[in-house]
């Protein structure tokens, strides 16, 4: 018998809710709720749309994106053993979850999105190698996740949860989306799979059908009395009549219709709220930085990951345009179109070369280059972990007892913190050469020798080794890279509700980020120059 205060728990659980209450910043989905779940059992959760049934399944699994999004529960959902022993308050089993979406990471293989879960097992050993999952559930290791059919899709997604070797299986929709034959065979898929390992499952489900002659129990989600209670599948002839009567109440639309209304003061609120976590995830930033996997093979694939996106060729070619860009206009506009070209230049040409060295290397492209960044890599990584959020992705992490923070933060930190300076760097070379190209066609009497000379003079004296200011100039811009990137995963992890999420707070990284930027050189200016 295993321990109810164990971590590996492989037996399966039971659930039982008392007095359980659930509701949105909008409306009230459920009041002093009660239900059993058996251990062993299989439970179908079915009601109208949109009265929390999805959201119910979620919050029973702890998963944080549904408080943050302004869910507040009550009352006790208590886990129990076999034996009859709770487990203690906030601890919960291994609950293995298919979420609707599938939440696929369609940036692994098939093999890889079941190693995965392999590798984060609490439930103790493994009981089949991934290989061997994606041979009983029939899904094809040779085809890239993101290929596979709708049906492999939802078998992969399956297989992921039971290599947690879960004592409780929730499975949100399984058959949504599907046509009857494959919702068939998914039914089926999920009895065989309930018959070998025991776990209990609750499916939350819109088309019982499939699961009539399978289920041990079924509960109405009622949204017009907020309770959950049993149904007898023999008593009940007309299924759409059962639901309609568990519609919500016609004022309960009223409200939610009222909260859209006072959307602006919401709003308002919400965008308070927002910038307050991100200053308080940057509070955390020093211990975002600390390696502190469960694995140390998926922290090195998360941060290699964000390093891909921060630099990958398209950085280089972005900055290095930049660069080249910069020392162009700086050295062809000073040399072009200086005043009383004829009589001063030759005698300021040695200052002028090295003040524009000095400007380029101390200065110009800092400042460019790391808004650059800030603009290009940010917005890369808002995007992904956005997608990543409204992809539940991150979520199925956390079903497998990993904190997606450790991961893709402290890739997203560190590949913006060690990638920034060496963009700058490479931007700063290429200035120069630039610089070097232009100043060689317009006085080719000088030529490179002398603009050899002199270009380095004030940032880089020759009887120095290192270059002059290289600590202010290191400090500055992996401020600025740390800073942008703690942006762009703090706006790209808040709550996603459609693409167009996405997309704004792909905009609010750039902004936030460059005005970052700004100040941080704007700061800098005040100490560095002194």
Same mark, same amino acid.
């Given at each position: 018998?295993?321990?109810?205060?164990?971590?590996?728990?492989?037996?399966?659980?039971?659930?039982?809710?008392?007095?359980?209450?659930?509701?949105?910043?909008?409306?009230?989905?459920?009041?002093?709720?009660?239900?059993?779940?058996?251990?062993?059992?299989?439970?179908?959760?079915?009601?109208?749309?949109?009265?929390?049934?999805?959201?119910?399944?979620?919050?029973?699994?702890?998963?944080?994106?549904?408080?943050?999004?302004?869910?507040?529960?009550?009352?006790?959902?208590?886990?129990?053993?076999?034996?009859?022993?709770?487990?203690?308050?906030?601890?919960?089993?291994?609950?293995?979850?298919?979420?609707?979406?599938?939440?696929?990471?369609?940036?692994?293989?098939?093999?890889?999105?079941?190693?995965?879960?392999?590798?984060?097992?609490?439930?103790?050993?493994?009981?089949?190698?991934?290989?061997?999952?994606?041979?009983?559930?029939?899904?094809?290791?040779?085809?890239?996740?993101?290929?596979?059919?709708?049906?492999?899709?939802?078998?992969?997604?399956?297989?992921?949860?039971?290599?947690?070797?879960?004592?409780?299986?929730?499975?949100?929709?399984?058959?949504?989306?599907?046509?009857?034959?494959?919702?068939?065979?998914?039914?089926?898929?999920?009895?065989?799979?309930?018959?070998?390992?025991?776990?209990?499952?609750?499916?939350?489900?819109?088309?019982?059908?499939?699961?009539?002659?399978?289920?041990?129990?079924?509960?109405?989600?009622?949204?017009?009395?907020?309770?959950?209670?049993?149904?007898?599948?023999?008593?009940?002839?007309?299924?759409?009549?059962?639901?309609?009567?568990?519609?919500?109440?016609?004022?309960?639309?009223?409200?939610?219709?009222?909260?859209?209304?006072?959307?602006?003061?919401?709003?308002?609120?919400?965008?308070?709220?927002?910038?307050?976590?991100?200053?308080?995830?940057?509070?955390?930033?020093?211990?975002?930085?600390?390696?502190?996997?469960?694995?140390?093979?998926?922290?090195?694939?998360?941060? =290699?990951? !964000?390093?891909?996106?921060?630099?990958?060729?398209?950085?280089?070619?972005?900055? +290095? $345009? /930049?660069? @080249?860009? &910069?020392?162009?206009?700086?050295?062809?506009?000073?040399?072009?179109?200086?005043?009383?070209?004829?009589?001063?230049?030759?005698?300021?040409?040695?200052?002028?070369?090295?003040?524009?060295?000095?400007?380029?290397?101390?200065?110009?492209?800092?400042?460019?280059?790391?808004?650059?960044?800030?603009?290009?890599?940010?917005? =890369?990584? !808002?995007?992904?972990?956005?997608?990543?959020?409204?992809?539940?992705?991150?979520? +199925? $992490? /956390?079903? @497998?007892? &990993?904190?997606?923070?450790?991961?893709?933060?402290?890739?997203?930190?560190?590949?913006?913190?060690?990638?920034?300076?060496?963009?700058?760097?490479?931007?700063?070379?290429?200035?120069?050469?630039?610089?070097?190209?232009?100043?060689?066609?317009?006085?080719?009497?000088?030529?490179?020798?002398?603009?050899?000379?002199?270009? =380095?003079?004030?940032?880089?004296?020759?009887?120095?080794?290192?270059?002059?200011?290289?600590?202010?100039?290191?400090?500055?811009?992996?401020?600025?890279?740390?800073?942008?990137?703690?942006?762009?995963?703090?706006?790209?992890?808040?709550?996603?509700?459609?693409?167009?999420?996405?997309?704004?707070?792909?905009?609010?990284?750039?902004?936030?980020?460059?005005?970052?930027?700004?100040?941080?050189?704007?700061?800098?200016?005040?100490?560095?120059?002194?």
């Amino acid at each position: 018998m295993t321990d109810a205060s164990s971590s590996k728990v492989q037996l399966p659980v039971g659930l039982r809710l008392s007095s359980y209450s659930m509701k949105t910043p909008s409306r009230t989905l459920l009041t002093d709720a009660h239900a059993e779940i058996p251990a062993g059992s299989m439970t179908l959760l079915v009601g109208p749309s949109g009265v929390g049934k999805s959201v119910l399944l979620q919050s029973l699994a702890g998963l944080a994106s549904v408080f943050e999004s302004g869910i507040e529960t009550g009352g006790v959902a208590s886990f129990i053993d076999p034996s009859g022993r709770t487990f203690p308050a906030g601890q919960r089993p291994t609950i293995g979850f298919v979420f609707q979406s599938l939440a696929i990471f369609d940036d692994l293989s098939p093999a890889e999105n079941v190693q995965i879960s392999i590798d984060h097992c609490r439930g103790g050993p493994p009981s089949r190698t991934a290989n061997q999952w994606l041979i009983d559930l029939g899904i094809p290791a040779g085809t890239r996740s993101s290929l596979l059919s709708g049906g492999q899709r939802q078998r992969l997604a399956i297989a992921r949860a039971l290599a947690s070797s879960p004592a409780m299986l929730f499975f949100d929709e399984p058959t949504s989306g599907l046509d009857e034959a494959t919702a068939r065979q998914v039914a089926q898929l999920i009895t065989d799979i309930h018959r070998q390992h025991g776990s209990t499952c609750l499916i939350v489900t819109h088309d019982v059908r499939p699961f009539l002659d399978m289920a041990d129990q079924i509960l109405l989600f009622d949204g017009q009395k907020r309770q959950l209670r049993e149904l007898d599948p023999a008593a009940v002839d007309d299924w759409h009549s059962a639901l309609q009567e568990a519609l919500p109440k016609e004022d309960d639309r009223e409200g939610l219709a009222s909260a859209r209304r006072r959307s602006w003061v919401g709003s308002i609120a919400s965008f308070f709220q927002k910038t307050a976590d991100i200053v308080g995830g940057a509070l955390w930033t020093p211990i975002d930085l600390l390696p502190l996997w469960r694995s140390a093979r998926w922290g090195g694939r998360a941060l =290699a990951h !964000s390093l891909r996106l921060v630099a990958g060729p398209s950085a280089w070619i972005y900055l +290095a $345009l /930049a660069g @080249l860009i &910069v020392g162009f206009v700086a050295t062809y506009f000073t040399f072009r179109y200086m005043p009383y070209a004829k009589y001063t230049e030759t005698l300021f040409v040695e200052n002028l070369l090295s003040s524009i060295g000095f400007a380029l290397y101390r200065i110009l492209v800092p400042i460019f280059g790391t808004i650059l960044i800030a603009a290009r890599s940010g917005a =890369a990584l !808002s995007a992904d972990v956005g997608g990543r959020i409204y992809g539940r992705q991150h979520d +199925a $992490l /956390a079903t @497998l007892g &990993v904190s997606p923070d450790r991961y893709a933060k402290f890739g997203a930190l560190w590949s913006m913190m060690l990638t920034t300076p060496i963009l700058i760097a490479w931007a700063s070379l290429l200035a120069g050469g630039a610089s070097l190209v232009v100043f060689t066609a317009i006085r080719p009497e000088w030529g490179p020798t002398f603009w050899d000379r002199y270009f =380095a003079d004030a940032f880089w004296p020759a009887h120095q080794s290192t270059p002059s200011g290289l600590g202010w100039w290191f400090a500055k811009v992996t401020l600025c890279g740390l800073g942008a990137g703690q942006i762009a995963y703090a706006v790209g992890r808040q709550p996603k509700r459609s693409s167009e999420d996405i997309s704004r707070s792909i905009t609010r990284t750039v902004l936030l980020a460059t005005i970052w930027v700004l100040l941080v050189h704007f700061g800098f200016a005040f100490v560095e120059f002194e």
